[in-house]
């Protein structure tokens, strides 16, 4: 099965930038679509940032024009850039890889990302 580590979490001021990293390891993950989730305390799952195998991408609407998405799949990697940070962006953040051909939906443990005001 697929292995996610994910990187780059810290805490910063609002307004300032992080780039968030998802390695895969044993698995390549080309075919898969990946994405960025997060989870606040008390709060569900929810997407940030999805990129498919054919490079097409969404965003939820409370990060449009902040964030931005990329995969680079010789390095089995996905990254999330994240600017103009803001305080509600607080949360853990997940990277997501999924194969709807094979039925598989793979997560990684997380990196926590705290924006301070």
């Known amino acids: 099965q697929v292995q996610l580590v994910e990187s780059g979490g810290g805490l910063v001021q609002a307004g300032e930038s992080l780039r968030l990293s998802c390695a895969a390891s044993?698995?390549?993950?080309?075919?898969?679509?990946l994405g960025w989730y997060r989870q606040a305390p008390g709060k569900q799952r929810d997407m940030v940032a999805v990129?498919?195998?054919?490079?097409?991408?969404n965003f939820a609407d409370s990060v449009k024009g902040r964030f931005t998405i990329s995969r680079d799949n010789a390095k089995n990697t996905v990254y999330l850039q994240m600017n103009s940070l803001k305080p509600e962006d607080t949360a853990v953040y997940y990277c997501?890889?999924?194969?709807?051909?094979?039925?598989?939906?793979?997560w990684g443990q997380g990196t926590q990302v705290t924006v301070s005001s």
């Open positions: 044993g698995r390549i993950l080309s075919i898969y679509t």
């Open positions: 990129i498919t195998s054919g490079g097409s991408t």
């Open positions: 997501n890889a999924n194969s709807s051909l094979a039925a598989r939906n793979y």
